[in-house]
Nanobody
Framework: QVQLQESGPGLVKPSQTLSLTCTVSGGSMTTSYHAWSWIRQPPGKGLEWMGVMYYDGTTYYSPCLKSRTSFSRDTSKNQFSLQLNSVTPEDTAVYYC?????????????????WGQGTQVTVSS
């Protein structure tokens, strides 16, 4: 059973960079066809898909966030990271990492197979 765990600062100041890491256990990030995403949920709003990184490193970002978003990974640690630049209070949300086991479910968050528990990030001065 694949497990995902998000980690990172819970408070970020406006204009700074939000950085989060997802640690994967019980499976490899490089397993063929697997795809890994960051998904967020602002307070009182629905799930927002932020992008996807495939097992081979191919990456696609949400057009709405593309200019500010960057994914990276450390396969030796089985970790997948998010950087979101120039944050504003509108970026306050619970951030999740999630797995799409065959790469066909993005950008529909409700179809993903496995999720981390989520981490609250607040953007405030």
């Amino acid at each position: 059973q694949v497990q995902l765990q998000e980690s990172g600062p819970g408070l970020v100041k406006p204009s700074q960079t939000l950085s989060l890491t997802c640690t994967v256990s019980g499976g490899s990030m490089t397993t063929s066809y697997h795809a890994w995403s960051w998904i967020r949920q602002p307070p009182g709003k629905g799930l927002e898909w932020m992008g996807v990184m495939y097992y081979d490193g191919t990456t696609y970002y949400s057009p709405c966030l593309k200019s500010r978003t960057s994914f990276s990974r450390d396969t030796s640690k089985n970790q997948f990271s998010l950087q979101l630049n120039s944050v504003t209070p509108e970026d306050t949300a619970v951030y999740y990492c999630a797995r799409d086991h065959d790469g066909s479910r993005w950008p529909n968050p409700w179809e993903y197979d496995d999720w981390g528990q989520g981490t609250q990030v607040t953007v405030s001065s």
